[in-house]
């Protein structure tokens, strides 16, 4: 007995005590063959802390004191790299990567220092990337990377600022492409508007994150469908050493991850494979009914990645991520005007998202280049709904019944040749798409059933000249589909043209500028609508195109600090226009709907131009932070012709986030978030009479009315305690401790008496609401590393 009660005690206390040291582990790789560089040293900055590489190229440095660095590396012949924020942990430290530029031979400087802010020949300018640790900390986010996305410079909030639209630089919130590691993900977000994507809720998890990265512009040749911006996430392997993972309890959520090597013969064995795997589950139903809530929004997510490497030159990867969405309504205990026009008004939601992709990546044996080839396939069902009684779910009003499933080909070859980077490629799609719609109001109903191919190509290439001082980039593609009949793939060719030169000889001063052409397919919405007679009305839509011209300086102040200044202009052609509203649809898809299910013509155009200011620096002296100021206008046509400014107008946009690191592993951050007047469309309330609880919305009044500024700003502490075996964090955050009242356009509801009956003749009166609510509200969570 009293052996079991030791040895209890000595397990626990190795649980438990505290352990002031950590590891850190990775590999370096050359950028360009894609092989492991030997030999490469790998230092924390101010420490005595290093190593170098082994054969392949991996690292591992031992009993580092638990607190945040900046890691540095360096290999004879390439440039250096600086890690920024690199938190060190008892437990829980995920393996690092680095990617290793080779310089040309025609320097005469051999000692070269890589920025650290991502910007490549391809994309000088119009870049922002975090890591998985500035998005873990940032106040206000709940771990939710999409939330996080909407700090980063030029994007606009959605109206309430609670969905994660991204609103980029005055352009509409289905301008944006997204992709996992390559393979594309067209929906992100839990209870996400089809035709667009944005959302209340992000999906992918941030344990699976090395970085992710914005491009406004420039983008590459690679990507299909971009207007406004490309939203990449670069996913890192599981631990090749370990078994791991972490629980996680946020504001919504809870969130369980795993990682660890398969397949491993020994544990000196570093494995060939390894798998990350995660499962969350949201309790917002739970503490809505607890509070009293008429809303029940559940949802659940999972996502994986399995990377086996075959040999030195081929690897696979195996991903996927899909979420269950279910959003109904409960009918409160006692009568409230504001709860009861939610009730009747907010749609019931059904939606079930899938991705899974396979990709092969192949490098060439002569270190001059590698090729990728990816198949994927993706599946939105997505049952939208209003009912005269939503609680019974009775008496249909608008019901949107559809699914959309693709499956994506994808093959890009890139090889270096005489200081030329190219890369070639072409996607090849299947798209089907399912749709039963029955809208009452308008007298409609209709079931599409079509399906289709579409296929694009693309070449670009990227050199420098000058003594490595002039960066020039160009690429071209063209894309197709054999559905709609607007455009072809001499209407759709896409060329694009990107500058970078240094002005001064260390790099320190910078002139960036891009401009190209870029396409849009009509969304599977508008394609497979269809009127009264059962006819393709909108088959002739021609994809949507977005010219961009953007230019600026960058100064770099230290090697952790840069200050940028960029002008744009966006030109739209061929946007489509709502016929039954006149009013581009630019200035829809922020809110719980269905984009695009409706007659359009493709003749609309628009404008969005700009200038952007913005200050960021990395991890030094214990501080980080971004501060960006955008000024801009965005204006679209409608069915006369004529521009007006849009939903998104608001021309001034304010972003700051930063933090502080104190002893002892605290850390203390915040953000905040300007955005000006923003217009608004009235609720045409002698309409909506008749089709309530469908409001019809009056766009012949659109620039008419304003709402009031967004000013919303967070706080948030973290602490973190390290102990033997597990290592924990613990936050505590205050979202809006100004106080600011969140604006919003007003809300109406049928005319009742106090006890909750229906006033005759039925009317609609303007309810009160808690939008003015200005109250903080504290949030806390955790984070269980093991």
């Known amino acids: 007995m009293i052996k079991k009660l030791t040895s209890t005690f000595l397990l626990m206390s ?28 790998v230092i924390l900055v101010g420490t005595t802390f290093g190593v170098v590489t082994d054969q392949e190229g991996y690292f591992n440095i031992e009993d580092i004191p638990t607190q945040s660095y900046n890691m540095e590396v360096s290999y004879l012949g390439f440039e250096s790299q600086t890690l920024y924020n690199v938190i060190v942990k008892s437990v829980g430290n995920i393996p690092l990567l680095f990617k290793l530029d080779e310089i040309s031979q025609n320097l005469d400087e051999v000692v070269l220092i890589q920025s650290p802010f991502k910007t490549t020949s391809e ?8 890591s998985a640790v500035e998005i873990e900390t940032y106040p206000g986010g709940n771990n939710d990377i999409t939330k996080v996305v909407q700090s980063m410079p030029g994007i606009s909030p959605s109206i309430g600022g609670f969905r994660n639209d991204i609103i980029i630089r005055g352009g509409a919130p289905n301008e944006t492409v997204y992709y996992l590691d390559g393979i594309e993900i067209p929906n992100i977000n839990h209870f996400s508007t089809q035709g667009s994507a944005g959302g209340p809720v992000g999906m992918v998890n941030v344990s699976f994150i090395r970085e992710v990265t914005l491009s406004s512009s420039s983008f590459g040749a690679e990507y299909d469908n971009p207007l406004s911006g490309v939203l990449a996430f670069e996913q890192r392997e599981g631990d090749v050493n370990n078994f791991g993972g972490n629980f996680r309890l946020g504001a919504s959520e809870t969130a369980l991850t795993l990682e660890g090597p398969l397949f491993r013969k020994n544990k000196d064995q570093v494995a060939k494979t390894t798998f990350l795997f995660s499962l969350r589950r949201s309790y917002l139903q739970f503490l809505f009914e607890l509070i009293g809530l008429p809303i029940r929004p559940d949802y659940w997510d999972y996502q994986w990645k399995i990377k086996h490497e075959i040999d030195a030159y081929n690897s696979l990867t195996f991903l996927g991520i899909g979420s269950v969405d279910d959003f109904s309504v409960k009918a409160p205990d006692e009568f409230d005007e504001e709860q009861q026009a939610t009730l009747e008004q907010v749609p019931i939601i059904d939606q079930r998202t899938t991705t899974v992709g396979l990709s092969w990546k192949r490098n060439y044996k002569n270190g001059k280049g590698f090729m990728n080839t990816v198949i994927s396939t993706n599946r939105l069902e997505n049952v939208f709904a209003r009912y005269e009684d939503n609680t019974s779910k009775t008496g249909t009003i608008f019901e949107n019944d559809s699914y959309e499933w693709e499956t994506k080909l994808r093959f890009q070859a890139t090889q270096f040749t005489d200081n030329w980077k190219w890369s070639v490629g072409f996607n090849l799609q299947n798209s089907a798409y399912q749709n039963n719609t029955r809208f009452v109001y308008y007298d409609l109903a209709y079931n599409t059933d079509i399906n289709f191919a579409k296929y694009g190509l693309f070449v670009k290439a990227s050199s420098s000249f000058l003594n490595e001082r002039l960066d020039f980039s160009w690429g071209i593609r063209t894309d197709e589909d054999s559905f709609s009949s607007g455009s072809n793939l001499l209407n759709n060719i896409s060329p694009r043209v990107a500058i970078s030169y240094a002005l001064t000889e260390n790099n320190q001063w910078k002139f960036n500028a891009s401009v190209g052409r870029y396409f849009k397919i009509p969304t599977y919405t508008i394609l497979g609508f269809q009127n009264k007679g059962g006819a393709f009305i909108n088959q002739q ?30 030109n739209y052609a061929n946007y489509p226009i709502s016929v039954i509203d006149g009013v581009s649809l630019a200035n829809k898809g922020g809110g719980f709907e269905v984009l695009g299910n409706e007659e359009i013509d493709a003749k609309g155009e628009g404008q969005s131009k700009g200038i952007e200011i913005l200050f960021q620096q990395k991890l030094s002296k214990n501080f980080y932070g971004v501060f960006a100021y955008t000024y801009f206008s965005s204006e679209f046509s409608g069915a006369d012709g004529i521009l007006r400014p849009s939903v998104w107008d608001s021309r001034h946009l304010i972003s700051f986030s930063g933090g502080y690191k104190f002893k002892r592993n605290w850390e203390m951050s915040a953000r905040w978030r300007f955005a000006g007047k923003n217009p608004y469309v009235p609720v045409d309330v002698e309409l909506s009479t008749d089709s309530y609880p469908e409001l019809i919305l009056d766009y012949d009044r659109l620039g008419e009315l304003k709402l009031n500024s967004f000013n919303l700003a967070d706080i948030r502490i973290d602490k973190k305690w390290n102990f033997k075996s597990l290592s924990f964090n613990f936050y ?38 808690t939008e003015g609510n200005s109250s903080p509200l504290p949030t806390f969570g955790f984070v269980l590393y093991f």
């Open 123 to 130: 994309t000088p300018l119009s870049t922002q990337t975090f």
């Open 732 to 769: 505590f955050e205050v979202q809006n401790f100004l106080a600011q009242p969140n604006p919003t356009p007003p809300e109406y509801g049928l005319n009742r008496n106090m006890a909750g009956s229906i006033i005759i003749p039925k009317d609609l009166k303007e309810i009160s609401t």
């Open 14 to 41: 190795g649980i438990l005590f505290s352990q002031n040291s950590g590891s850190l582990s990775g590999r370096i790789i050359d950028s360009q063959s894609q092989l492991p560089l030997e030999g490469a040293t």
């Open 541 to 570: 839509a021609a994809y949507t195109k977005s010219d961009h011209l953007v230019a600026g300086i960058e100064y770099n102040l230290t090697p952790a600090s840069r200050f940028t200044v960029e002008g744009f202009v966006k």
